[in-house]
C-alpha cells in the first residue's frame, strides 16, 4: 500500500515537471516568435473620421493576405482624427498612393484594415502617412438612411 503511494508521488510529480516544461518552453517559442516579428516591421500612420470597429492588434491585409497589424490608435485634439499607426512587414514596400479602408470579415467580424494597392512607383517611406483612407461603413448607418428614403415616399 505504501509502495503505491510513492509510485502514485513519483508519477504526479513527474508528469507536473513534464507539463512545466512544455509550458515554459511554448511560452520561451512565443517570446522569441514576437520578439522577431516586431524587428522586422516598419511603422506607417493614417487618419480617419472614424474607427468604429478597428481595434489595436487588427490585422492589416493586402489582397486578403496578412502583412502587419494595428499598433495603436489615437485621437488627433486639433483635427478630431482617429490617427491608427500600423505596422507593415519590411519586405512589404508599398506605392506612395496606396489607399487604406478598414473593412468587417462579415456582419458580425471583427474590423481590419485592407490596403489597396496604388500604381506610384515611389513607395511609402518609414513612418509615413497615406494620404487616401476611406471610413468603416456602418450597417446601423445604412439601415437609418434607408429607413429615412422609405419614410420620405
Do not use: C, H, W
Amino acid at each position: 500500500m505504501m509502495i503505491r503511494r510513492m509510485t502514485r508521488g513519483i508519477l504526479e510529480t513527474v508528469l507536473g515537471a513534464i507539463v512545466l516544461l512544455v509550458a515554459l518552453g511554448f511560452g520561451g517559442y512565443i517570446y522569441s516568435a514576437r520578439e522577431a516579428s516586431s524587428s522586422d516591421t516598419y511603422a506607417l500612420t493614417m487618419r480617419f473620421g472614424s474607427v468604429q470597429g478597428l481595434k489595436p492588434a487588427a490585422e492589416v491585409r493586402l489582397g486578403g493576405v496578412k502583412i502587419g497589424l494595428v499598433a495603436s490608435m489615437q485621437l488627433d485634439p486639433a483635427t478630431l482624427e482617429a490617427i491608427v499607426e500600423v505596422q507593415i512587414n519590411e519586405d512589404i514596400k508599398l506605392p506612395r498612393d496606396s489607399v487604406a479602408e478598414i473593412m468587417a470579415v462579415g456582419l458580425l467580424g471583427n474590423n481590419f484594415l485592407n490596403i489597396r494597392p496604388g500604381f506610384a512607383s515611389e513607395r511609402l517611406a518609414i513612418g509615413a502617412e497615406f494620404e487616401r483612407t476611406i471610413d468603416p461603413v456602418s450597417l446601423e448607418d445604412l439601415l437609418g438612411q434607408a429607413i429615412f428614403a422609405l419614410s420620405e415616399r
